[in-house]
């Protein structure tokens, strides 16, 4: 017998990913599986003595040497959450993830499990379909009295046909109790293999539709009215109706609401109380009329609509400037997929900034949109989830985190102001939406549609490579009219003796602007009244204790703050460097600019909005809603006055210094520049009348400045890719930045070269990569905890798994290691 070999023992297994806030970062156990185990299954698993939530990530039959331990050892699974599976497809994004990004799939899994599942689960038991022979069971599928495989008791006979009479599942729930007798009969009917018991999310009851949505009224001369009148006592319904204007033929859930425009259900009451708010079934409404479109926006149709047909993985960049009718392109091949039976994926970079494509969806589609938005309580988040899982919607519509939406039949994906820095997350998993939506196209086999004014360098350089196919929108609507942007050199000022925060050119406007009764924005990307105090005898500043900055001076408050962990003190009085008397604070933030707009001009009413002012309580209502009706003049405010609402009245932007983000020591401060420059100016001229933009800078030749004036993306484009290309930098490689921190700036030090050496090991002639550091990073402590980082540069084909390994296994006490792939900022 000597010949013959021995057979080793296989069993079916499975990896199950459970929740890291409750299993750890690396969460990820194997279980004991049937062999009709599917990957995506919710299970109840036992971790200890006690039952966890998890998802089946893998399932593979595996040997005790290839498991590393024993058969014995292994624990079953538990029950199943029969209606909360992830499809598979999810599973293999989060893989993909964990893979591209280097965390845990546990980690990357986190952002596709359904929110708020504990509160709705409900224990099922489920008459199973029998294998036996037919003349065990009826026609009906109802076991015989007795046979030669199965026999019933008659209390288990009752059982059964209660279970056939419900549907073949019987939910105990906890205000509905099985009887202890029938729940001993529905374990013993397990126990033959007639049930199963499982555990289900207790379904959402439909609620009446009436109640649920509204939608915005259409008289205008109303609306305008209650805005105008209403800015100061009732801000925050004003600024709910400035954040649905637009939507006027869109039906929108209280909640949905109450998400978008970061109020209260009492301000929503109000508004249907006051008219402007009507009540809505969204199924009587008919979609409305797509209108016609022009000759640019056909030719893009037709060239997507083919890959849609055809179910092909291609990338599409639809470029166009505001106003060019980017949106009526994506709603129009929305509907083309779902003619094709499939889904649509809408990524926005903000939900709150959405409200016209929200409503714009709403509008030609109905109530098959569904918004995956944070803001949503849980219930309603578990709802447009579940709903989204069995098929009842077409078409969802989120941020980010709508990637991992359990779509199952995608059919085309929308990414709309592609180059938008919130596509890139900035916490674990750090992935970057681009990325991710480049791999679901793969696996769904749909095209993807980028959408941008300014697309960011990497995009445009793959449409100059035809990786991306690029489709132009040139024509502006009619109504849309750029505004004239002017610069002024504030060098000038300064040479000839007289520097000023407002420059001529800007007060001159500012006076005609107030003179004809209308608006003006200033935006200065800086808070405080300036970013810090110098002795004027030694050059001594005030720095923070716990962070490599200067602490920024809050003249209203009479403090000296850090930006970046709020550490406070008093300004002093005397120098503690050379005890001299004149400590002056130095630069120029927010809080001077509006005190200069008082001088120049006592008359005007004018408010500073940036995020030490929007902390305090219906602050930012209220400002936001004043400005709107007419109640302020000028309005002062960073970048949160950049983008988002729509203020009519405002002919005049002014921007008061455009050199604070050119000069951040990072490789795409330029490009955030020119986008910041375009978005400020997109402020101006949004009503009837023309808009005005001045750029005061020190540095009126840099590229950014002045084609950010002539709103010129592809000669911004040629001369930034001309600079990326002599550096290496993206488009023409890709990063990895690893960043180490601790308290301990000797162990930072020790750690970093650790990282260096490892790094420089696992690097081949295949990678083409280059290593630059370790160096301390251009914010070198924060938060009392010292930054060195090392960056690689590697080959665009490349995957950054070799930094993963590399890496693997090595943990200091007291280090924090941060691996960022794709990296937006490298502060």
């Excluded at 036992?46 to 624990?75: C, D, I, Q, W």
Aim: with cysteine; glycine share 6%; hydrophobic share 40%.
């Amino acid at each position: 017998m000597s010949g013959l070999t021995k057979v080793v023992p296989r069993i079916h297994v499975a990896d199950v990913a459970l929740d890291p806030r409750a299993g750890g970062a690396d969460a990820v156990f194997t279980y004991r599986a049937e062999p009709s185990t599917t990957v995506g299954e919710a299970r109840f698993v036992p971790v200890g003595n006690r039952p966890l939530l998890g998802f089946v990530v893998k399932v593979y039959e595996a040997t005790e040497e290839e498991l590393g331990f024993s058969f014995e050892s292994l624990r079953p699974l538990g029950d199943a959450v029969d209606n909360l599976s992830i499809p598979s497809r999810v599973i293999d994004l989060a893989a993909f993830v964990a893979q591209e990004y280097l965390c845990p799939i546990s980690i990357a899994l986190s952002a596709a499990s359904p929110p708020g599942v504990r509160e709705r689960l409900v224990s099922a038991w489920s008459l199973l379909k029998s294998d036996r022979p037919s003349g065990d069971m009826d026609l009906f599928g109802q076991p015989q009295e007795s046979g030669p495989g199965l026999t019933l008791t008659p209390a288990q006979r009752e059982i059964v046909r209660t279970l056939r009479d419900l549907g073949g599942v019987w939910e105990e729930t906890p205000n509905r109790r099985i009887p202890a007798p029938i729940l001993k009969g529905l374990k013993m009917l397990q126990a033959k293999g007639v049930v199963r018991s499982s555990m289900r999310v207790q379904p959402f009851q439909e609620r009446r539709k009436s109640r649920n949505y509204l939608c915005l009224t259409s008289d205008s001369v109303a609306l305008e009215t209650f805005i105008t009148a209403q800015g100061r006592k009732r801000p925050a319904q004003v600024l709910t109706l400035m954040r649905l204007q637009g939507s006027e033929h869109a039906s929108l859930s209280i909640p949905e609401i109450k998400a978008m425009a970061g109020v209260t259900e009492t301000t929503i009451t109000a508004l249907v109380d006051a008219g402007l708010l009507l009540p809505v079934n969204p199924d009587e409404h008919p979609p409305g009329k797509a209108p016609k479109a022009n000759r640019y926006q056909q030719l893009a149709i037709d060239a997507v609509v083919d890959s849609i047909r055809q179910g092909l993985a291609k990338e599409f960049l639809l470029f166009g400037v505001t106003g060019s009718g980017k949106t009526e392109v994506y709603l129009r091949l929305a509907a083309e997929a779902l003619r094709a039976g499939r889904q649509v994926l809408y990524l926005v970079p903000e939900i709150a900034l959405a409200t016209q494509s929200i409503a714009q969806l709403r509008e030609r589609f109905g109530r098959g949109v569904a918004i995956m938005h944070s803001e949503l309580a849980p219930s309603e988040r578990l709802q447009n989830w579940l709903q989204i899982r069995e098929g009842a919607i077409s078409i969802v519509l989120g941020a980010r985190s709508a990637l991992f939406a359990p779509l199952d039949n995608l059919g085309l994906i929308v990414v709309d102001e592609e180059h938008e820095a919130s596509y890139k997350q900035e916490s674990s998993p750090r992935y970057h939406a681009r990325r991710l939506v480049q791999h679901l196209a793969k696996i769904h086999g749909c095209p993807v549609v980028l959408g941008s004014a300014t697309p960011s360098i990497e995009t445009f350089q793959e449409a100059e490579d035809e990786i991306v196919t690029l489709l132009s929108l040139p024509e502006r609507a009619a109504s849309a009219n750029l505004p004239k942007v002017e610069i002024e050199d504030l060098s000038l000022g300064y040479r000839q003796g007289t520097p000023s925060i407002i420059s001529g050119l800007l007060e001159e406007k500012l006076h005609r602007t107030l003179a004809n009764k209308e608006q003006a924005i200033l935006f200065l990307n800086r808070r405080a009244y300036a970013p810090f105090i110098i002795c004027r005898d030694c050059g001594h500043q005030m720095l923070c204790p716990r962070c490599s900055v200067s602490l920024s001076f809050h003249r209203r408050e009479a403090k000296l703050r850090c930006h970046h962990c709020d550490f406070q003190i008093r300004p002093p009085e005397i120098c503690p460097a050379c005890q001299g008397i004149r400590m002056k604070p130095f630069g120029v933030g927010t809080e001077k600019v509006e005190e200069a707009i008082a001088e120049l001009f006592p008359d005007a009413r004018c408010a500073r909005l940036d995020r030490d002012i929007a902390r305090k309580k219906g602050a930012l209502e209220g400002i936001l809603a004043a400005f709107r009706s007419g109640d302020l003049d000028i309005l002062v405010g960073t970048q949160m006055v950049a983008k988002g609402l729509d203020f009519p009245n405002v002919t005049l932007v002014g921007v008061i210094a455009a050199d604070i983000s050119l000069n951040i020591p990072d490789f795409r401060s330029s490009e955030r520049t020119f986008q910041l420059l375009s978005q400020v100016a997109g402020r101006a001229g949004r009503g009837s009348r023309p808009g005005e933009v001045v750029i005061q800078t020190f540095n009126p030749t840099h590229v950014a400045v002045l084609t950010a004036q002539t709103h010129d993306y592809p000669a911004f484009f040629e001369s930034l890719r001309l600079e990326r290309r002599q550096v290496e930098y993206p488009p023409f490689c890709r990063l990895v930045n690893v960043v180490v921190s601790g308290e301990s700036r000797e162990a930072v030090l020790q750690a970093t070269a650790e990282m260096t050496n490892r790094i420089q090991a696992a690097l081949t002639p295949e990678d083409r990569a280059t290593l630059l550091g370790p160096t301390d990073c251009p914010l070198e402590r924060l938060n009392g905890r010292w930054r060195r980082h090392l960056l690689v540069k590697l080959a665009r084909d490349r995957s950054p798994s070799v930094i993963g390994n590399a890496l693997k296994g090595l943990s200091q006490k007291g280090i924090q290691t941060i691996v960022d792939v794709d990296p937006y900022s490298l502060m």
